[in-house]
């Protein structure tokens, strides 16, 4: 009888780096490497790293202080004594974060930042403050549908919507919407800049010289970021009676729904389903509630079903997706879907629809049974 051995040889392929590349890796920079300081003042979400900022919302607005940190000597008279060292915080000044992550002293260069970070940042001798705009919560806004901008005050019956953690939505207007900024947050140092988030857009500042603090709002569809900040003559970051904070750094987002998908709806609007995502525990709340029955004879005389999330403005822009069964039927916070195209919704049954979208990066979904029935 004999014996056979088998010897097995595993080789491993290692694809060889330069000690400039390994070195240059972030993760053996964050280990080898010193990192930034950031102030207490930064808000907890941010993280130091080497040389950069990580943690930035690609949805907000940023602020940051350089301060280098200098040591001086103090000559003393009496030469048997040692020099005193004391030591200097030097400010470079409050700037405005870049769509780059730059830093810039000018105004018209704030933007949304691409990325999560904000590079190029010094190590040594050298801390940093973040600020970020801040929402409005709980303050009041008057608007008014009309076809042209009004002179003055708007009345006393116009429309009222308090600011949440994302501002304000408003349903499509028959005409134009104007809005009236509070006299709480605006006075001859406040300058305002109007970003487009959807469509996008380029951003530009709005001329309040005439002592009018009405602005004609987007139309039909859009989402649309108002940043607001007090400056000095010289286009500076005013601070707070401390001096440790900026006086007025905030941003009201505003949305304005779009018209109806169907111009000529069902009878009754006996289809159209409204949907609002709750994010807690993801579960959809649903007109007439769930499972949502519909009957075959109905869906079968009808062109579409259209579907609309409420709180649409609640979620990250573009982040929707809807689907039908297991097939993706559309990316916008509303959907009409084309029974003529998706026949398999007049079987009967139990069908799912389910959407997700996003929040500052986090997705978040939730599932409506629809079940046809004869």
């Known amino acids: ?59 907000s607005y940023y602020l940051v202080e350089e301060i280098k940190i200098e040591k001086v000597e103090t000559d003393e008279d009496d030469e048997e004594e040692e020099d005193e060292v004391e030591i200097e915080e030097i400010s470079n000044g409050i700037k405005f974060v870049t769509a780059e992550g730059a ?46 901008l009004p002179a003055a005050d708007l009345p006393a019956d116009s429309g009222k919507e308090t600011a949440g953690a994302n501002g304000i939505h408003l349903p499509p207007p028959e005409e134009t919407y104007y809005l009236e900024f509070p006299a709480s947050i605006i006075n001859a140092d406040t300058r305002v800049r109007v970003f487009p988030v959807s469509p996008p857009g380029s951003s530009q500042e709005i001329d309040f010289s005439d002592g009018n603090y009405i602005i004609e709002l987007k139309g039909n569809n859009t989402i649309t970021d108002y940043v607001i900040a007090d400056l000095n003559d010289d286009g500076e970051i005013l601070l707070d009676s401390d001096e440790e904070h900026p006086k007025s750094f905030y ?39 769930l499972p949502l029955t519909l009957l075959q004879s109905e869906l079968e005389t009808e062109p579409a079903l259209p579907i609309n999330v409420n709180n649409a403005a609640d979620f990250d822009t573009g982040s929707f997706k809807w689907y039908f069964n297991d097939t993706e039927i559309g990316t916008a916070p509303s959907v009409n879907i084309d029974l003529e195209d998706n026949l398999e919704l007049l079987l009967i049954g139990t069908h799912l629809l389910t959407v997700i979208a996003s929040i500052e990066g986090i997705q978040y979904s939730a599932i409506m049974e629809v079940v046809v029935t004869l």
């Not at 070195?23 to 808000?43: F, N, P, S, V």
């Open 1 to 59: 009888m004999g014996i056979f051995c088998v010897f097995t040889y595993t080789a491993c392929i290692i694809v060889p780096i330069d000690l400039p590349g390994f070195l240059e890796d972030e993760k053996i920079e964050d280990i080898y490497a010193d990192i930034i300081t950031l102030d207490d003042r930064t808000g907890d979400e941010l993280t130091a790293r080497n040389r950069r900022i990580e943690g930035i919302n690609p949805n």
């Open 103 to 148: 830093l810039s002293s000018d105004f018209d260069q704030l933007d949304r930042v691409t990325g999560t970070r904000i590079p190029n940042l010094e190590n040594e001798n050298t801390y940093y403050i973040v600020w970020k705009a801040q929402p409005l919560l709980g303050m009041s806004f008057s608007y008014i549908d009309t076809d042209s």
């Open 251 to 289: 941003v009201l987002r505003v949305t304005i729904d779009d018209n109806p998908p169907n111009d000529d709806p069902p009878e009754g609007g006996r289809f159209s389903i409204s949907v609002t995502f709750d994010i807690f525990d993801g579960s959809p709340v649903v007109n007439g509630g």
